[in-house]
């Protein structure tokens, strides 16, 4: 059957429809001779917290479930969508420095630059997804955009899929194949003081402090600090980075009420950072990588990143079975940066060096407010949940652009010096604003148990505004796109054991329009939203010891082209992603445990402009990835473990038209640490090797553009709680 016919659409609702729905007969204290009527009675039960995480899965590795937009805190057994959080244990046994160490271990997601500069950018499902709409505690508007520390992390949390109604629309509108949050650290009971440093092979040298503690009657009030520095070379020739992240958290937890306020800064600068590699015009084939530690951008190429941030949270219990929740949080950005990036023209490695200054500033403010609860109607469970999300950004920038290019190699990099600007737009000293956008949204779903919840069945809609206004580098308006659309989901989940949990679902994407370029006849007006539409069917196992899901997907996504024949740019094309996503994490004996997932995707252009390259596959997108990971406890050395990891990336097009392939490429990554005991005190000794042959390949052409694989890097730390 296939996953786009009408059968699979409307399957929910047969399966429904075949179940003997409860009748309500609501009645009043019979008085007199009058025989009282029968009554059914709403029986409510406690609500889990939506803002605490979900308990770690056996092996500590990765949770029990996630973070569901305005669902709140889910188990991943009762949800019917594929969701996996990686915990705060894993991050710190893999030195894991940046999201992108951590996503690194699901094989649905595919890391690169971002476009000229050194921003991580996601793949999901063979989708982007941007920094700037990456969620913390399920808000967005909060976090860095470019590139966020992990020791912020309780949990990193992968919503796989469309998740419009989730989430609403991102702030830059990405995230069609899935989304990313992070849960805030909270201290815990037993205190913590942890003590750590690290330094690489090459030089970098990172030291950092976690202090938790818990004060008043039943440890009602936490205090958790977090504070991480580092600096130095990295792997690759003449790089050099230096980061700072401190967040501060506090947090209340009451008989019926808890509140958190999370307050942060993150600093990232880097000089002489290697950027990605663009595709000339008469480029034939896809040059071969050059050596992992080669660095062919200039000297002078360099990024300044800085953000404040904070975050207020709040839910409070009404009843036993209903609870409300607020929150609110922004964050202020400045970044600068002289950017350079290669244009490579031939297989020789020939290439041209571009300059770019860019100032850019940016201050976005999220609110979330809404009520979750639960009752039961005869037979029937209802878990209902209203909520509202809104995320308003606005942002500054100007820029001044050297031309032409300068010759160069990627092999053999020529010594570029630093050139006056030939072409500018706006005050480099005060950016004026290039736009706001302002999304808003309301939803509301009821899922409905059946048979003691054995089966359960969502249904629900959210209710989208969007408005997004350009100025011009003067900051004069340009151009408004103001729109509105309804994104309903549903899903079934089916608990024929304990064990066993199959699901459905059909769920949304949604995204602002682009806006029409001039040679079109609607040159200068935006198109609308896009909506791009989701079919999933799977299963999630969980023994208890091990777990792991098997998912089959299809999404839909529209594409604007000009038409041939009445010159209109509109939404005549669409890109359609069909494919299967396998996981495999726990413990199943003890002292070994296990993390794996595989991906095979099928990314294909079903309808493009005049037909031409139809068929074929989206670019940026491997075909299948593989990912392979597993820990050992040695047993005949007490406190000694060993990890290993295996990463496989199928091909992919760096054109639309598949003339220009990037090879398959495999990493594999080594660890190794010891836990000392000294006293009452633990000295956590860890060392990891990633890259371990030191491969040279194109990581990812997620873009359009070639992202260089990191070289063999060691990494050693100590960790010492007391």
Known sequence: MSLSSPSWRTLPFVLLGALPMPTIVWAQASSGNNAPLDTVTVIGEATAHGDTPSPAFAGGQVAT??????WGQRNA???????????????????????ADVLINDASVQSGFGYGNYAEKFQIRGFELDGEDISYGGLYGVLPRQVVATNIAERVELFKGANAFANGVSPSGSGVGGAINIEPKRAADAPLTRLTTGVTGSGYVESGIDVGRRFGDENRFGVRVNVVRGRGDTAINDEERRATSAVVGLDYRGDRGRASLDIGHQTHNVNGGRSVVYAGAGLTAVPNAPSADANYSPEWANTDLRTNFAMLRGEYDITG??????AL?????????LYASSTVNNAQGDSTIGQMRVPYRAESVGGQAGLRGTFDTGAVSHQLDLGYSSVYRTTRSAYELASPGQPSNIYRPADIAVREPAFAGGDMNDPSLRSRTRNNGVSLSDTLGFMDDRLLFTLGARYQEVEVTNYDYDGDFDTRFSDTRLSPVYGIVVKPTDSLSLYANHIEALQPGDTAPTRAVNAGQSIGLVEAEQNEVGAKLDFGTIGGSLSLFEIEQPNAFIDAETGIFGYYGEQRNRGVELSVYGEPMEGLRLLSSAMWIDPELVRTDDGANQGNDAVGVPNYRLVVGSEWDIPQAPGWTLSGRAVRNGSQYLDPANQLEVDAWTRWDLGVRYAMPLNTNTLTLRANIENLTDENY??????GYLTQGEPRTVKLSAALDF
Request: zero cysteines; proline letters at 2%.
């Open 77 to 99: 057994a009762d949800v019917p969508f594929n969701v996996i959080g990686f915990t705060a244990e894993l991050i710190d046994n893999q030195q894991a420095d940046t999201l």
């Open 329 to 337: 949080g922004g964050n202020n950005t400045r970044e600068s940066g």
């Open 321 to 326: 079975s209903w609870t409300a929740y607020a």
């Open 698 to 703: 194109w990581a990812s052409a997620t873009g």
């Open 65 to 70: 479930g996630a973070r569901i937009g305005a």
